[in-house]
């Protein structure tokens, strides 16, 4: 009886505190509320777990973040004194779930002692990022996924992709989530996934974020040191691990190019604030068991390897943002070097083709009792294909008040003009652009932008911001502010009442004015000559040269086509 008494209150004082996922058939996944109780329940049993709500996402429910410090300091500004912190996010695509089943595993083994806990890092983790989708709970929209038995949907509760909207933040997730990031202020980043694409015997994949685009030696020591150390303890557990394989419909085998994670993307959105991030990819076709395995040992190597290192993490990435000065180059956009291969040993499947029972065409297939080990070309190096100096500070009217207020979600400090003045700048023009015909994420995003540069002095009036580039987020002004960056604020629209022009004329009235213009204005009218003479289309269209004229007249509004943030050089 007493021995009874005892074992009962043993248990009383050490619950299990089993997982979803654990008390399941090793193919099933917490639900939304089974995660929230989950991290709750550790909150409350442990002074080393403390769960956080954060800002509102578009479901409804606040987005929560969950830390964890041995020493019970929940106060960022003082962590961040002596300690590095890990971020970790999941559920960005409820339908890969397995970085959040593994993730409450991780914390409880933590706080129960069963791994060691770190002394010199903090992890804080963003137990479900996409709640809408996660609500949105099925077993069938990952058609190509080998488990869990159900699982939330991709697009959260407004359809978006939370993995596109780091830039644009058209959602509340995303916003919330700049605020936690600038809260918490990571030292490293990691956004738990699931692959698609091709056959491969891997269970773990996994996109780093691009060294050059994080730059520096900060970007050098993660590529050339920090994941291939991590890589080599997963080996020594018997875990194998390729890059992301960047390929979709075709075969492995001819060689993939490495990710290049643009801002819009969780690492790349953390790249710019000199936070290395990766994406573990696990491959869709393996069973969910394996795969949680090995995000949850991925997790814990980085977690070793950030201990060992953070002190030497934050010093670089600190120095790296000496890289982003004023006057240097700053590049834009980048093309893959395909001059520069990395013989990458992989672990393939045999892939042929033969008739497709559906279409009767070619199709794809991997023949698993054929595994291969062979050396693909993997292409890790870009060159940039369009650079901008930096300047010395942006500045911005007051009136664009959508961006200046994504610029302070996203902590970036500026101040107000105290008084009406003119202003030495480079201001550009927008030149030509080409729009997509299709929806993507809720916009018709621009690309190939081209600008004209001009040197001039423009009127600033009080309450205008002025942004000095010198600041934490400097790449994430370059990346958002210049127009031509592929996920600027630009190409996505933030823009677009520029573009219109808002008075026109009618010819029968301007042909007068236009004759005049040109008469009076000889160096005009030479141009306008040699225009007829050289390009055919225009000689013929009435319409085209008196537009021309137009343009070229006081007439012509200033305010088409000139975008209206301006760089201060000096
Ligand atoms: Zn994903």
Redesign the pocket.
Known sequence: MLLFFATTLFAQKKPMYTTTYEKGNGNQTATYQETIDYFKLLDKDFESIKMIEMGPTDSGEPLRIVIFNPDKNFDFAEIRKTKAILLLNNG??P??PDGIDATMMLYRDLATGKITAPKNTVIVNIPVYNIGGMLNRNSNTRANQNGPESYGF?GNERNYDL?RDFVKSDTKNSRSFAQIFHTVKPDIFI??????GADYQYVFTYIATHHQKLGGNLGNYFKKDMIPEILASLKAKKIDATPYVNIHDEKPDGGFEQFMDSPRYSTGYASMFDVPGS?P?THMLKEYALRVKVTYEYMLESLNYIEKNHTAIKEMRAANRDNYLPGMKYPLQWAVDSAQVTLLPFKGYEGDYKTSEITGQPRLFYDRSKPFEKIVKYYQTYHPTLEVTIPQSYIIPKAWYTIIELLKINNIQMYPLEKDIDIEVESYRIEDYQTTTYAYEGHYPHSDTKIIIKKEKVHFTKGDFVIDTQQPGVKYLLETLEPQAVDSYFNWNFFDSILQQKEYFSAYVFEDTAAKLLKDNPALKAEFEAKKKQDTDFAKSAETQLDWVYIHSVHYEKTHMQYPVYRKMK
């Open positions: 960005i695509h339908g890969e991709r993995n956004d738990n996934h699931v692959s698609n994406m990819e």
